[in-house]
C-alpha cells in the first residue's frame, strides 16, 4: 500500500527530525496505520510480522505522549527477551533523540538488580523489559505504576508462549485505568484474545494483509543432508556465499554447542547463543556479532528472539523447526531494510514432508536444491582470490618484491610457475580439508549413489579463512590479550583452525578468548586472553596435536 509521509501522521516536530535524520522517508503500512489512532489516546492491537516496523509503530506515538519534565515512569514496554528489550530501549532513545531529555531503562532478568535500582531512582521516563524483572521491580516498590499513560505489549503471543501469562496479567491489572493499551502481535490466538478482551478499551485493530507469510526479498531452497554431513555442507555454504552476517539456527542447545565446535575447528569466526548463556556474555556475542567480529552466529529460537540486525545475508535451518511459524520468524531475520536475503533449510527423511507443510502454510515455493560440490567451492573461492589480486595489482596496493622475483627467473622458473605457486600457497594458507559426504554422488531426493558416481578427490582448500580471522583480532583489544609460544609451526602441518579449535577443546574457553594465530615454520605465536593465560599453558601440559606433543608457554620473545 501507498503510506502518506511521516509529516502527515500528525507526530510532533522533535519526532520529524528524528525520524529524518534516522533517513526513513515514508512510514511503513503498519507504521502509517497505528501512529494517528495511537496519538489520540486509542487503545490498539496490531497485526504485525517480525520486520514490519512495529517498533516505531508504538514507540513514536509513546514518546508523543510523554512529559519530559517529569522524571516519573509515565510508559512501559513489555518484551519476551532480554535482546529485544535491549533493542526496543535502543531505538527508543535513537527515535527519541531529539527530545534533549528523554531516560529509558531497559530492565531484565541476568542483570545487576542494584544498576536497575539506581537507574529507576534516577527517574526513567520509560521502562523497556522483560515481564518476570520488571514485575519484581513493581513488588519491591521500585516502580511505581501509577503515572503510566501507555502501557506496550511487544510480542504479546511469544510472551504468551514462554509462559508470561501471569505476570503479564498482574503488570496490566496494576496500572492506572485510563492508560493506554497497545498490543502487538504476530497472530490472534486465543491467549491473545483473551489478553485483549479483559485488558484492552475497544482497541482499534490493525492488520496489514500479507498474500505469503514470507519476505518476497528472500531467496529459499532446501538441501537434503545427513546429519553427519551437515557441519560439511554448512561449511561449503559458508565459504560460497558472500555474506557479512549469518545466523545458524539449531533446536537443541547442544547441536548448537556441537555445530559451534566444529566451525570454530574449522577456522570460521563463529560464536553461539543459547539458554545456558549468561547474560553478560549474551550482550558480548551479540555485540560482537553486530560489529562483524563474529560473521556466523549459532542459536536456537529463543536465545534468538529480538535480534534485530539489517546486515544478516544468510539464515540457516541446521535444523528444521516444527512449528511453521518458527521458520517464519527464523528466515524474517534476513531480507529486511529492502536487502535482498538467502534463507537454507537441511532435510532428510520425515523433514521432507515438514518442508511441504512449511510451504502451504507460508503459500511460498521452496526450491530444492543440490549440496554445493567440492569443486564448486574450490572455483568460487579461487575467483575471489583472482578477483583480489587484479583489484590489488590494478590499484598498485602492493609491495615490491622485484629483487625477490628476479632471483627465481635467474634459475629458471618462468612467470607463469612463479604465480601459480603463489596462488597456491595463498589458497592453503589457513585452509582446511574438505570431508567426502554421501551427498556429493546423490542427486536431491535420491537416497542412493549416483550412476556412475566416484567420490570426489579431496582438495586442500581454504580461500579467504585468514582474511575472516585477521579481520576477527583486528577487533579485539589488544591490550586484553597476551601472546602465546606454540612449538608446532608450518612444518608439522598444523592449521590455524586446528589450534583454535583444540584450545577450546582442551581449556573449555569462553568465546572470544582467542585473538590472532601467526604461523611461523618451527612455531606458532597466539594471542589469548590475559585471564586465561595461566589456565591454557596448564590444561593443555602433556596435551597432543596432529599426534605430536607441544609445549605451550608465554612468548618470551623472537624464537622464530
Same mark, same amino acid.
Given at each position: ?72 515512569? @509515565? #510508559? ?10 535491549? @533493542? ?30 539506581? #537507574? ?27 503515572? &503510566?499513560?501507555?502501557? +506496550?505489549?511487544? *510480542? ?13 496479567? *498482574? ?14 502481535? #504476530?497472530?490472534?490466538?486465543? =491467549?491473545?484474545?483473551?489478553? +485483549? ?178 569443486? @564448486? ?67 536431491? =531426493? ?27 583480532? @583486528? ?31 582442551? #581449556? ?5 578468548? &582467542? ?21 591454557? &599453558?596448564?590444561?593443555?601440559? =602433556? ?7 607441544? &609445549? ?9
Amino acid at each position: 500500500m501507498d503510506t502518506p509521509p511521516f509529516s502527515e501522521l500528525g507526530l510532533p516536530a522533535e519526532l520529524l527530525a528524528a525520524v529524518e535524520k534516522l533517513g526513513f522517508e515514508r512510514p511503513s503500512p503498519i507504521q502509517a496505520l497505528a501512529i494517528p489512532p495511537a496519538l489520540a489516546g486509542k487503545d490498539i492491537f496490531g497485526l504485525s510480522q517480525t520486520g514490519s516496523g512495529k517498533t516505531a509503530a508504538f514507540t513514536l506515538p509513546m514518546l508523543a505522549r510523554l512529559d519530559l519534565d517529569l522524571n516519573r515512569t @509515565q #510508559a512501559m514496554i513489555l518484551c519476551p527477551t532480554r535482546e529485544l528489550a535491549n @533493542q526496543v530501549c535502543e531505538d527508543v532513545h535513537r527515535l527519541g533523540s531529539a527530545l534533549g531529555k528523554l531516560h529509558a531503562v531497559p530492565v531484565y532478568g541476568g542483570a545487576p538488580m542494584d544498576r536497575q535500582l539506581r #537507574a529507576l531512582r534516577a527517574g526513567a521516563h520509560v521502562v523497556v523489559g522483560t515481564p518476570g524483572r520488571v514485575l519484581d521491580h513493581l513488588r519491591r516498590g521500585s516502580l511505581d505504576p501509577n503515572l &503510566i499513560k501507555t502501557i +506496550i505489549l511487544d *510480542e504479546a503471543d511469544r510472551m504468551l508462549d514462554m509462559g508470561f501469562r501471569d505476570e503479564m496479567e *498482574e503488570l496490566l491489572a496494576a496500572l492506572p485505568p485510563e492508560r493506554q493499551a497497545l498490543f502487538f502481535s #504476530a497472530t490472534m490466538n486465543r =491467549g491473545v484474545k483473551s489478553l +485483549i478482551e479483559s485488558f484492552g478499551n475497544d482497541p482499534e485493530i490493525i492488520q496489514i494483509e500479507q498474500k505469503a507469510k514470507t519476505v518476497t526479498s528472500i531467496d529459499q531452497c532446501a538441501y537434503e543432508v545427513r546429519q553427519r554431513s551437515k557441519v560439511e555442507v554448512l561449511s561449503r555454504l559458508l565459504d560460497i556465499e558472500v555474506s557479512r552476517l549469518s545466523i545458524v539456527f539449531c533446536n537443541t542447545k547442544r547441536t548448537v554447542d556441537e555445530a559451534t565446535e566444529a566451525l570454530l575447528a574449522r577456522g570460521y569466526a563463529v560464536d553461539r547463543l543459547h539458554g545456558d548463556i549468561t547474560q553478560q556474555m549474551r550482550e558480548r556475542v551479540l555485540n560482537r556479532f553486530r560489529d562483524g567480529t563474529i560473521e556466523v552466529l549459532v542459536a536456537t529460537d529463543v536465545a534468538a528472539r529480538g535480534l534485530d540486525i539489517d546486515e544478516i545475508d544468510l539464515v540457516v535451518n541446521y535444523d528444521l523447526p516444527q512449528d511453521p511459524e518458527d521458520y517464519v520468524h527464523r528466515i524474517g531475520r534476513t531480507g529486511r531494510a529492502g536487502r535482498s536475503g538467502r534463507a537454507v533449510s537441511f532435510v532428510f527423511g520425515r523433514d521432507v514432508h515438514r518442508l511441504e507443510t512449511i510451504e502451504r502454510y507460508t503459500r511460498s515455493p521452496i526450491k530444492r536444491a543440490r549440496v554445493p560440490s567440492q569443486e @564448486q567451492v574450490e572455483g568460487r573461492l579461487a575467483d575471489r582470490l583472482f578477483d583480489d589480486l587484479k583489484e590489488r595489482l590494478t590499484e598498485g596496493r602492493f609491495d615490491s618484491y622485484e629483487a625477490q622475483v628476479d632471483r627465481l627467473l635467474e634459475q629458471g622458473f618462468t612467470p607463469t610457475d612463479i604465480a601459480s605457486v603463489l596462488f597456491t600457497m595463498l589458497r592453503e594458507e589457513g585452509g582446511r580439508e574438505f570431508n567426502q559426504i554421501q551427498e556429493d554422488r546423490e542427486e536431491p =531426493g535420491q537416497r542412493g549413489p549416483r550412476r556412475g558416481g566416484e567420490p570426489h578427490k579431496r582438495k586442500p582448500q581454504g580461500g579467504d579463512r585468514r582474511e575472516r580471522r585477521e579481520r576477527s583480532s @583486528q577487533h579485539m583489544d589488544s591490550s586484553d590479550m597476551t601472546p602465546l609460544f606454540l612449538s608446532l609451526g608450518k612444518q608439522q602441518g598444523v592449521k590455524v583452525g586446528e589450534i583454535i579449535g583444540m584450545l577450546y577443546n582442551e #581449556a573449555g574457553l569462553p568465546q572470544g578468548s &582467542i585473538g590472532h594465530v601467526k604461523l611461523f615454520d618451527r612455531n606458532s605465536r597466539i594471542d589469548v586472553a590475559k585471564d586465561v593465560a595461566d589456565r591454557v &599453558i596448564e590444561v593443555c601440559k =602433556g596435551s597432543t596435536l596432529r599426534g605430536k606433543k607441544f &609445549i605451550l608457554d608465554h612468548d618470551r620473545g623472537p624464537q622464530h
